[in-house]
């Protein structure tokens, strides 16, 4: 059974810097694609960042193309979302989501398998 939970949440200034965690457990060597996705209220889940399991290639989303940093701790089975120069826009839910055993498209919700909870992440103007 795959788990993934997030942590790292938080409120914090606008121009400030959060980092993310998703710790994973379960089939980890199956998975293939690891990814973030945020919502908003009201808004649709969006697309952040993704990461190739194994060969590490990375996808940003326009938004935060230059702030955001994706990247994963091997031995922890742990992914992270290094959030830097944070606005107001960035305040959402943010999840964690795997892909398991083959690519499908990582910008969209319904490449991935499993999710987690999500962590609440409030930019202050």
């Known amino acids: 059974q795959v788990q993934l939970v997030e942590s790292g949440g938080g409120l914090v200034q606008a121009g400030g810097s959060l980092r993310l965690s998703c710790a994973a457990s379960g089939r980890t060597a199956s998975y293939y694609t690891m990814g973030w996705f945020r919502q908003a209220p009201g808004k649709e889940r969006e697309f952040v960042a993704a990461?190739?399991?194994?060969?590490?290639?990375?996808d940003y989303a326009d938004s935060v193309k230059g702030r955001f940093l994706i990247s994963r701790d091997n031995a922890m089975n742990t992914l992270y979302l290094h959030m830097n120069s944070l606005k107001p826009e960035d305040t959402a839910v943010y999840y964690c989501?795997?892909?398991?055993?083959?690519?499908?498209?990582?910008?969209?919700?319904?490449?991935?398998?499993?999710w987690g909870q999500g962590t609440q992440v409030t930019v202050s103007s």
């Open positions: 990461r190739s399991w194994s060969a590490g290639i990375t």
């Open positions: 989501a795997v892909a398991v055993g083959y690519y499908r498209d990582h910008a969209s919700r319904a490449g991935y398998d499993y």
